[in-house]
């Protein structure tokens, strides 16, 4: 009979085996998705309800951040995100936010924080669907993806995102 470690070590294992296939399509026979705009189109609302599709923001280098209002780690590394869009604006990083609440819950929290970049809002029904077609499939927030100017998918992080990692992975992208 398993006990409950190896139940849960078959399961972890089985997560991790169907995470690597997250990027695979069939026009690409099986093969991980190393681009972006190979994925499916992501298209939604803003905190107005006007419809916006990432695609428009290609040519830039796009920090992709899900986020809630609710999620303290969240809540920490949103300042820092409003400092990067306003110093690097200029060479070309755009960062997007998807926040997973409520539009109120949202509003407000754009408002009172200051967020100086787009947020769209995920569909609640949909938003666990959304987070593993990204590459985040246990849902962790906040969830952090790279794309280069060329949609290249750069990088990725479940959890807060830092001033090192910036400077890593963002920062020789910006201006190229």
């Not at 924080?113 to 949909?126: E, W």
């Amino acid at each position: 009979m398993l006990n409950i470690k190896s139940i849960l070590i078959v399961l972890v294992l089985s997560s991790v085996t169907n995470s690597e296939n997250l990027f695979a399509d069939s026009k690409n026979k099986g093969r991980p998705i190393s681009n972006a705009w190979e994925l499916p189109p992501l298209i939604l609302n803003d905190l107005n309800g006007k419809e916006q599709n990432l695609y428009q923001w290609h040519g830039n280098v796009i920090m992709l951040n899900f986020w809630a209002t609710w999620c303290r780690p969240c809540q920490i590394e949103i300042p820092e995100f409003i400092n990067y869009q306003s110093r690097y604006a200029d060479q070309d990083l755009q960062i997007i936010g998807i926040g997973l609440d409520e539009v109120r819950k949202l509003r407000n929290y754009v408002r009172t924080v200051g967020i100086n970049y787009p947020i769209l809002q995920a569909d609640p029904a949909l938003q666990y669907s959304l987070l593993n077609q990204w590459g985040d499939p246990f849902g962790v927030l906040p969830f952090t993806v790279i794309i280069g100017k060329d949609g290249h998918l750069v990088f990725m992080q479940q959890g807060m995102f830092n001033e090192q990692t910036f400077d890593t992975f963002v920062k020789p992208l910006l201006n190229q």
